[in-house]
């Protein structure tokens, strides 16, 4: 079983930053790919960015481009997510999630290629 718990959610205002958190209490870290979900209220869960195992290929949604960054820490067993340049459109609950995968370079967009989620932290966005 894994477990994962985010942090750094906040309220900030437009064009600030914050850096989302995400721990895993799994010594097999590394056998896992990670992604960045988020959902606002009345909406689905849409994958915001998505990193393989072994850390390369990210990928990003279109709407966050060139202001998320998202990137893993091996040793931490942590996932990070960057977020600049905040938009209100961005607020929403940021979960972190967790997938079993063969190959290093796998990276799943989709909620459903996931095996386990954190509880989500509140990002809220004001402008």
């Known amino acids: 079983q894994v477990q994962l718990v985010e942090s750094g959610g906040g309220l900030v205002q437009a064009g600030g930053s914050l850096r989302l958190s995400c721990a895993a209490s799994?010594?097999?870290?590394?056998?896992?790919?990670m992604g960045w979900f988020r959902q606002a209220p009345g909406e689905e869960r849409d994958v915001v960015a998505a990193?393989?195992?072994?850390?390369?290929?990210?990928y990003y949604a279109d709407s966050v481009t060139g202001r998320f960054t998202i990137s893993r820490d091996a040793a931490k067993n942590t996932v990070y997510l960057q977020m600049n340049s905040l938009k209100p459109e961005d607020t929403a609950v940021y979960y972190c999630a967790a997938a079993i995968t063969q190959g290093d370079t796998y990276v799943y967009t989709g909620r459903y290629e996931y095996d386990y989620w954190g509880q989500g932290t509140q990002v809220t966005v004001s402008s």
């Open positions: 799994v010594r097999t870290f590394r056998v896992y790919a």
């Open positions: 990193i393989s195992r072994s850390g390369s290929s990210p």
